[in-house]
């Protein structure tokens, strides 16, 4: 069993930044991917970003390219999502999701998740 632990969530001005955190616990991501989505209300749940733990490879939705930035700190089995220009339209909760990745492909896709954490609010105010 696999726990995720987020946190960095919360109320920001247009143009200001946040950095979520996501923590795992309970097994090992060598042949994982972690990844982030969000959902707005009345909204599907969209892709944000995502992570293969070996290699670090990263990928990002067009919408947050060149704004949101992906880390992770291995020691601590913790994923960060730097968000910087944050818009009106970043607003959501966001979530946290780790999987075991068979193709690279499959990091956008939230079917391929059997992990999430709980989400974490953004707000952004403008």
């Known amino acids: 069993q696999v726990q995720l632990a987020e946190s960095g969530g919360g109320l920001v001005q247009a143009g200001g930044s946040l950095r979520l955190s996501c923590a795992a616990s309970g097994r090992t991501f060598s042949s994982y991917a972690m990844g982030w989505f969000r959902q707005a209300p009345g909204k599907e749940r969209e892709f944000v970003a995502g992570?293969?733990?070996?290699?670090?490879?990263?990928g990002y939705a067009d919408s947050v390219k060149g704004r949101f930035t992906l880390s992770r700190d291995n020691a601590k089995n913790t994923v960060y999502l730097q968000m910087n220009n944050l818009k009106p339209e970043d607003t959501a909760v966001y979530y946290c999701?780790?999987?075991?990745?068979?193709?690279?492909?499959?990091?956008?896709?939230?079917?391929?998740?059997?992990?999430w954490g709980q989400g974490t609010q953004v707000t952004v105010s403008s």
């Open positions: 992570l293969r733990w070996s290699d670090g490879r990263t």
């Open positions: 999701a780790a999987s075991h990745l068979g193709n690279w492909a499959g990091i956008i896709l939230d079917y391929k998740y059997n992990y």
